[in-house]
C-alpha cells in the first residue's frame, strides 16, 4: 500500500508546472492618448493582456513555492514509512510541509477569481475579491454564459462535502482514489489555526473544530497532503482552463 500511495501523490504534482504567458513581451506607453479613440482601445487591449499575464506570474510564484514544499514532503514520505501511522512522533515534519503548501493553496484559489475575474471582465476590484464568495455570485447571476458555466462548476467543487467524519478518516484505505470534500475539509483545517484550536495537535480541551464534536483529532499527514494535493490539482486544471478560454471558450467536460 505505501509504495502505490507514494506513486499516487507523485502522480497528482507531476503535471503541475509552471503556466506559459498568454502576452509575453508586450510594453506599452504609460500614459493613455486622450483625443484617439483607436489608440484608447488599443492601449485598454493592451492594459488586459498585461493583466492577464501579471495574474499568470503570480501564480507561476506560488507554484514554484508550492512544488518546492510538495518535494520535501515526498522526500520524507519516501525516508520514513513510519509516517502512516496517525501519531507517530515524527509527523511535525510532514505537518511542516502541509502547512506551508495549505497556505499557499488557499493564495492561489484567490489568484483563480482574479484571473477569472480579469478575463471575464467582470469589474471587481482587485482588493474586494475573496475566492469562494466570487464564485458564488457569478454561479448565480445571469451573466455571459461561458463565465457562469465556470463559475458554477468551480463553485460546486469549492462547497463539495466529505462523506467521512474524522474518526473514519483515520482508518481510511482508499488511498489511491480521489476523494470529495476536499476544499472544505482543508479550509476547516486552516481556520483551525486562526481560530483557537491547533488542528494538528490532538486535545479534548481546546474547543471543538466544528459542531458534532469537542474533540481535536487531527486528520493523519498523509491523509491531509493527499487532500492537498488532489486541491492543488484542481485548482491547477481551473486555471489551465481559463489560460485556455482565452483563444477558445470554456466547454463542458473540460475540467
Not at 5 to 13: E, P
Not at 114 to 135: A, C, D, H, R, S
Request: charged fraction near 20%; include cysteine.
Amino acid at each position: 500500500m505505501y509504495e502505490e500511495f507514494y506513486k499516487y501523490i507523485v502522480s497528482l504534482q507531476d503535471p503541475i508546472k509552471e503556466v506559459d504567458l498568454v502576452f509575453p513581451g508586450i510594453s506599452f506607453a504609460l500614459t493613455t492618448p486622450n483625443n484617439n479613440p483607436k489608440l484608447q482601445n488599443m492601449f485598454s487591449l493592451m492594459c488586459w493582456q498585461n493583466d492577464v499575464d501579471v495574474w499568470l506570474k503570480s501564480i507561476n510564484y506560488i507554484i514554484r513555492t508550492i512544488n518546492f514544499s510538495v518535494t520535501n514532503a515526498l522526500s520524507l514520505l519516501q525516508s520514513k514509512s513510519e509516517l502512516f501511522w496517525p501519531y507517530y512522533e515524527h509527523n511535525e515534519e510532514l505537518f511542516y510541509y502541509n502547512e506551508n503548501i495549505m497556505f499557499r493553496l488557499i493564495t492561489l484559489w484567490d489568484l483563480v477569481a482574479q484571473l477569472t475575474n480579469t478575463i471575464f471582465k467582470t469589474g471587481v476590484p482587485v482588493n474586494k475579491i475573496q475566492y469562494k464568495k466570487y464564485f458564488r455570485k457569478y454561479a448565480n447571476s445571469p451573466v455571459d454564459g461561458t463565465l457562469q458555466f465556470f463559475s458554477k462548476e468551480v463553485n460546486a467543487y469549492l462547497n463539495e462535502i466529505s462523506e467521512f467524519n474524522q474518526f473514519e478518516e483515520l482508518k481510511r484505505e482508499d488511498l489511491t482514489t480521489p476523494w470529495v470534500g476536499n476544499h472544505m475539509i482543508i479550509n476547516q483545517i486552516r481556520n483551525g489555526f486562526t481560530h483557537r484550536i491547533n488542528p494538528h495537535i490532538m486535545s479534548v480541551h481546546n474547543g471543538p473544530i466544528n459542531d458534532d464534536t469537542s474533540w481535536n483529532l487531527p486528520i493523519p499527514p498523509i491523509n491531509e497532503l493527499k487532500r492537498l494535493l488532489e486541491d492543488y490539482n484542481m485548482a491547477y486544471k481551473y486555471i489551465f482552463a481559463l489560460r485556455s478560454a482565452i483563444k477558445s471558450p470554456i466547454k463542458k467536460g473540460l475540467i
